[in-house]
């Protein structure tokens, strides 16, 4: 790269343990970043902004102690949650009611029912588990260039109600969010570094909104 170039944007990737971070750092890589594992809060400090995976079962947040929690609450950067760390950014989880969310987003993550199918009156199948569309229901930077009803890859058993500051929604048995963004914290359900062409476009776009906040 040339001298006069700028570097790359330091992106966090928080590791506390539920799941594989590979695929979301080769992502953010390829997206011309410069990803890197935190994995105690002081790791935090200096990067342009933070992202929160993760799979699995909510207690696993439980691994993110106050510290942590203290850094996420009151993020410095733009804050991403994908999947799991989605969940995260709301109230609390009806799968670990004893561990509490951050509070970002007001509602509660429950279980998915699969309602019956009218066509063929089959169940659908729980965990939502492959690609399903993606419906803005409000404006957001985050959708810049994304095709109009883009497919996304997801895997979960448990989704949050749509609400204040959901942009984006999904459907399998029931309606849930599925893209969440207000005041610089925003989530995805579904998981962006597996969802292709689209999934990458979102990642750029939120990656815009940590070049802004440098």
Known sequence: AAEHERPLMKLAVVDYGAGNLRSVLKALYAIGTDPYVARVPADASGASGLVVPGVGHFGAT??????????????????????????????????APDVPGLG??????????????????????????????????????????????????????????????????????????SVVDRGGVCGMQFHPEKSGRAGLMLLRNWVRRCSASV
């Open 62 to 95: 439980r691994a993110l102690g106050d510290d942590w929690r203290a850094v996420l609450r009151a993020p410095a950067v733009p804050l991403l949650g994908i999947c799991l760390g989605m969940q995260l950014l709301f109230e609390g989880s009806d799968e």
């Open 104 to 177: 970002f987003f007001a509602g509660t993550i429950a279980r998915m029912h699969g309602r019956a199918r009218e066509e063929s009156n089959a169940a659908l199948k729980i965990p939502h588990v492959g690609w399903n569309t993606l419906e803005p229901i409000a404006a957001s930077p985050l959708f810049a260039n994304v095709e109009p009803n883009a497919a996304a890859y997801f895997t979960h058993s448990f989704a949050a109600p749509p609400g204040d500051g959901t942009v984006a929604v999904t459907t399998h048995g029931a309606t849930f969010a």
